[in-house]
């Protein structure tokens, strides 16, 4: 069984940083997309970033410039850094993966359980 484990969240202040990160535990075989999205209160689930497994990377125009998401493929761990944060940055954040299990399987969609990020003076 895969699990996804986010790790990084926390309060700042705005114009602070933090970093995210995600690896999946369990068995699998290959992973082909990781990405974030994020979910603040009141307001529907919204895509952050992508990165593919041959390092291709889209940042939603929201972020652009200030996020950057990347990857370490020895670690099979995705980052999220964050910079020049703002008070509506403030959401959970989940990691998304789009891995096989085992060759040849049908790609699968898994999701982190959520790790909140608050910015606030």
């Known amino acids: 069984q895969v699990q996804l484990v986010e790790s990084g969240g926390g309060l700042v202040q705005p114009g602070g940083s933090l970093t995210l990160s995600c690896a999946p535990s369990g068995s699998f075989f290959n992973i082909n997309v990781m990405g974030w999205y994020r979910q603040a209160p009141g307001k529907q689930r919204e895509w952050v970033a992508t990165i593919t497994n041959t390092d291709n990377t889209k940042h939603a125009d929201s972020v652009k410039g200030r996020f950057t998401i990347s990857r370490d493929s020895g670690k099979n761990t995705v980052y999220l850094q964050m910079n020049s944060l703002k008070p509506e940055d403030t959401a959970v954040y989940y990691c998304?993966?789009?891995?096989?299990?085992?060759?040849?399987?049908?790609?699968?969609?898994?999701w982190g359980q959520g790790t909140q990020v608050t910015v606030s003076s």
């Open positions: 998304n993966v789009l891995l096989e299990t085992r060759p040849g399987a049908t790609w699968e969609n898994y």
